[in-house]
């Protein structure tokens, strides 16, 4: 069974500091891992995802299969980052399950 | 293109009444998912479709059933409600892109 894990239910940094929000998964072949970001009174929608290598709105995650992580990273964090960020693996068949998502409050 | 539509918005059901919440999307999307979103438990897949025809067992599937009605809807049926399944849900449907959300039902069981 698949399974994701995000330790950190609220993390609090002022602006202008590093944030960094971990995801750990249990998966037996090869996975797909995402980060969603759902900001207040919106839809969930698509932060970014490991095949694409991208950044996005200044955050990069990095796929560690030896330590089976996904954390998701963000050098300068901006009040506006301020949301309810989730990892998500897609699994064979199409089977999509998330973390418990972690909040993150920017201070200014 | 509306993308996800989820109905209804809100609903107040009480224990033992029975309710379907609709999905339909117009992306041309093979796979929908039905989760729930409740504080401290993030979202947890309850039932999804790969697609048509099929359908299969999430998280929590227990006390809900869903049917794949065609390619554009996927509905979500709570056949005697309990105050456990007071939640927030969430209709979602995937492509080649990654997933869409709808704006998601929130529901309140007495």
């Known amino acids: 069974a698949q399974r994701v894990t995000q330790p950190e239910k609220l993390l609090s940094v002022f602006k202008g500091a590093p944030v960094e929000l971990k995801c750990n998964y249990s998966y037996s072949g090869s996975p797909e891992l995402f980060w969603y970001v759902q900001y207040s009174r919106q839809r969930l929608q698509l932060l970014l995802r490991?095949?694409s290598r991208e950044s996005i709105k200044g955050f990069t995650a990095d796929l560690n299969k030896g330590e089976t992580s996904f954390h998701l990273k963000k050098p300068f964090a901006q009040e506006e980052d301020s949301a309810m960020y989730y990892c998500?693996?897609?699994?064979?068949?199409?089977?999509?399950?998330f973390g418990g998502g972690t909040r993150v409050l920017v201070k200014p | 293109n509306a993308g996800v539509t989820q109905t209804p918005k809100f609903q107040v059901l009480k224990t033992g009444q029975s309710m379907t919440l609709q999905c339909a999307q117009d992306?041309?999307?093979?796979?929908m998912y039905w989760y729930r979103q409740d504080p401290g438990m993030g979202l947890r897949l309850i039932y999804y479709s790969a697609s048509e025809g099929t359908t299969d067992k999430g998280e929590v599937p227990n006390g809900y059933n869903v049917s794949r009605l065609n390619k554009r809807e996927f509905s979500l049926r709570l056949e005697s409600a309990a105050p456990s399944q007071t939640s927030v849900y969430f209709c979602a449907s995937m492509g080649y892109s990654p997933l869409h959300f709808g704006n998601g039902t929130r529901l309140t069981v007495t």
């Open positions: 992306m041309n999307h093979n796979s």
């Open positions: 998500a693996l897609r699994a064979a068949g199409n089977k999509l399950t």
């Open positions: 490991h095949i």
